[in-house]
């Protein structure tokens, strides 16, 4: 998908998440800034506050939850100047069953880097439901926001 950039010459978001909906991590982060700021709502009250240093262990952490199938893809992209939005489809297998959520993604651009991005399920129930597990119970969940899985066994 194209960029859309109200600033002539500027990176657009829509280049720097390209190579991230490609699985490029590293091209991904060549694109932000040293000082990038990541925060990811997952299904847990608060946050998770992530550096620029801390995206390749959690973006590992989501690739290890599916069995490397988690893929994104960009589908919507507004720019207005440094503020920008851009909507991700995120699809993998998870247990063994195909999921798929979407993202809204604020991003804030600076000299054609990203400095900042704020993350959050467009549907919680819908991002929920992707992570939780074939019985629809919490013994059998992952939690991307926080790239942490729980697939606890018990004795029956």
Do not use: K
């Not at 002539?8 to 909906?21: K, M």
């Not at 939780?132 to 066994?153: I, V």
């Amino acid at each position: 998908m194209g960029a859309i950039d109200t600033v002539a010459g500027e990176v657009g978001l829509g280049e720097i998440f390209e190579p991230l909906a490609r699985g490029e991590i590293d091209e991904f982060l060549a694109r932000c800034s040293d000082r990038l700021v990541f925060s990811v709502w997952g299904t847990a009250p608060r946050p998770t506050t992530l550096s620029r240093a801390d995206l390749p262990g959690w973006y590992g952490g989501l690739r290890a939850l599916t069995a490397d199938t988690f893929s994104s893809e960009v589908v919507l992209n507004l720019s207005l100047g440094l503020e920008n939005v851009v909507m991700l489809r995120h699809r993998f297998s998870f247990l063994g069953q195909p999921r798929r959520y979407d993202t809204v993604n604020h991003c804030v651009l600076l000299r054609g880097q990203l400095v900042a991005w704020f993350s959050r399920p467009s549907a919680a129930g819908e991002y929920a439901a992707a992570w939780r597990g074939p019985a629809g119970d919490a013994a059998h969940s992952a939690d991307a926001g926080s790239a942490r899985l729980s697939l606890s066994t018990s004795a029956p």
